[in-house]
């Protein structure tokens, strides 16, 4: 059994959005964070190493990140679809859970 916590809502605001989990812990993430680390076939591969990364990150602090559509995929992932660029990137829960972590603040 996967022991992961669950993502059990998503609020979307203009910059990020808040994340509550099955564990009763809740994040604020924005959005930009999300992009930066996003897993679809265009982005992945622009995150492979520590320059790559830093040319993807400043790329996309450059653009003018709009709120993007989500969408639950299954019981296990959320899928963000950006105006800019990339539609595909899909998040697993503990994709966000991690990033949320890192990048997001707990609140
Ligand atoms: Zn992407």
């Known amino acids: 059994m996967d022991k992961s916590p669950k993502l059990v809502s998503l609020d979307r605001k203009d910059t990020y959005c808040m994340l509550s989990f099955s564990d009763d812990k809740s994040f604020k993430l924005d959005y930009v964070e999300v992009r930066k680390n996003c897993q679809c076939a ?3 591969p622009r995150q ?8 993807f990150e400043e790329e996309i602090s450059r653009m003018m990140l709009v709120k993007p559509k989500v969408e639950q995929v ?3 992932a959320i899928r963000f679809e950006w105006p ?3 539609s595909s990137g899909i998040h697993s829960f503990s994709h966000l ?8 603040r707990k609140v």
Do not use: D, L, P, W
């Not at 859970?97 to 997001?104: A, F, M, N, P, T």
């Open 97 to 104: 859970r991690k990033i949320s972590e890192s990048s997001g």
């Open 42 to 44: 265009k982005c992945k």
């Open 74 to 76: 299954g019981n296990y």
């Open 84 to 86: 800019t660029g990339c």
């Open 48 to 55: 492979v190493n520590e320059q790559m990364k830093i040319e």
